[in-house]
């Protein structure tokens, strides 16, 4: 018994992984510092599968990081290293706030998977960042968090037309919206 509750402990403590997954800019330095707190309707471990799953209303907390959404699975590699986390939800969601700003970052969409080792977040269907104002939104949104690079694709859908009438394909493009710079009263920019 005592070698399951330290496998139980092993992959709770390697969630702290999660931290590593800053959003479009750096995390608050402190996030991952603090205890992570995961609550869900219901958990489940499998050894044999090397995966963790909670579901039901499943939040995690971690400092200003919080992760929303109706599921919530972790797998691991068989030494136990997190492979990668992905959580489901309608829509799931995930902000952070980033240090020397009191606005969170923000992404949501029907998926997000956190891979460790290429680190790499990837929302998937229904994507849609919040950045400071930034918006970006599209069907996919890839997030290299080493390299602090973004990559946003489409998809092509097929709407059905009227009954047997033909079918409209319709582009889902990738949108930014990129505030304008606020300015004073003298109509120039401030300085920074």
Same mark, same amino acid.
């Given at each position: ?54 579901? !039901? ?75 400071? !104002? ?31 009438? !033909? ?26």
């Amino acid at each position: 018994m005592n070698k399951r509750l330290s496998l139980i402990l092993t992959r709770f403590s390697l969630l702290l992984g999660l931290a590593c997954f800053a959003p479009i800019t750096s995390a608050l330095s402190t996030d991952k510092d603090q205890d992570i707190e995961i609550e869900s309707n219901s958990a489940m471990l499998d050894d044999i599968k090397n995966i963790s799953i909670y579901t !039901g209303n499943v939040t995690v907390d971690q400092g200003s990081m919080r992760i929303t959404g109706n599921k919530m699975t972790v797998y691991y590699h068989e030494n136990n290293d997190l492979e990668r986390i992905v959580v489901e939800g309608q829509p799931a969601k995930f902000r952070q706030l980033p240090d020397n700003s009191s606005v969170y970052d923000e992404a949501e969409s029907l998926v997000i998977e956190f891979h460790q080792f290429e680190n790499l977040i990837i929302l998937i269907d229904k994507a849609f960042v919040n950045q400071a !104002g930034t918006l970006l939104t599209g069907d996919r949104i890839e997030y290299d968090t080493v390299a602090s690079r973004i990559k946003a694709d489409r998809t092509r859908t097929t709407i059905q037309t009227g009954q047997g009438a !033909g079918s409209e394909k319709q582009d889902n493009r990738v949108k930014v919206i990129i505030p304008k710079k606020k300015t004073d009263n003298s109509g120039t920019a401030p300085d920074k």
